[in-house]
């Protein structure tokens, strides 16, 4: 399995002979719009940080056979492209590769703030490692996940949750996300504490449009 890093929370994820892309928002990279030859392409929320509306009417274009994934939410606001709906616990087979939906809302901003719907994924195939992307939310832990693509930083959480996070997953592997609003400076204090809490085996700190084998 290849993770690239497309950022912020978006990945491109290769394994089984299947392209999958996974949360294309506004803060990913040009590139990642210029993506072709993809058999899915998921959303596990509305927030434009995970999907920016405007750049993905062009990916979607560029990518006119793949399967296009999303929470119920998200399905019913965009205004292009033949949306099915993701749900927790939902199995979709994409080519070699099973996405399951984990997962139902979006973690706690603030009281006041409604909690939009939020389904995170899992995926796997055959001889390849169990792969968890959980969206915006530190709550759902599915089980048998080996790769963890870890949302380290938000407005929704705090260090200590993050911690707590990796360890109930428990994978082998964990890979930052959702990372775009930690200033490069300060970056290293939240990654170590990933490293030297999160009882994780291999703690990688893969950066915005880098690659990792799996």
């Not at 950022?7 to 506004?26: M, Q, S, W």
């Not at 292009?80 to 979006?106: C, K, P």
């Not at 048998?144 to 705090?158: F, N, S």
Request: include cysteine; proline fraction near 6%; charged fraction near 20%.
């Amino acid at each position: 399995m290849q993770i690239t890093r497309f950022g912020h929370a978006a990945i491109l994820v290769e394994a089984a002979d299947t392209r999958i892309l996974i949360d294309p928002g506004t803060f990913s990279l040009d590139a990642t719009f210029e993506l072709v030859e993809l058999d899915a392409i998921i959303v596990t929320h509305q927030h434009p940080d995970h999907l920016d509306r405007v750049r993905a009417t062009r990916l979607v274009e560029h990518n006119p056979d793949a399967l296009l994934l999303c929470d119920p939410e998200t399905a019913s606001l965009v205004d292009f492209g033949a949306w099915t709906m993701n749900s927790d616990g939902l199995e979709t087979i994409v080519s070699g590769l099973t996405v399951r939906g984990v997962g139902a809302q979006h973690a706690v901003i603030v009281p006041e703030m409604p909690r939009v719907a939020n389904v995170g994924v899992t995926l796997h195939a055959e001889g390849e490692p169990v792969l968890f992307h959980p969206g915006d939310t530190y709550e759902y832990v599915p089980d048998g996940v080996q790769v963890l693509a870890l949302p380290l930083a938000a407005p929704w959480g705090k260090i200590s949750e993050t911690v707590d996070f990796v360890r109930r997953v428990a994978p082998t592997t964990v890979f930052p996300i959702h990372d775009c609003t930690i200033a490069e400076a300060a970056y290293g204090i939240y990654w170590q504490h990933v490293g030297n809490f999160g009882d994780v085996e291999d703690a990688r700190k893969l950066g915005q449009g880098d690659r990792m084998t799996v």
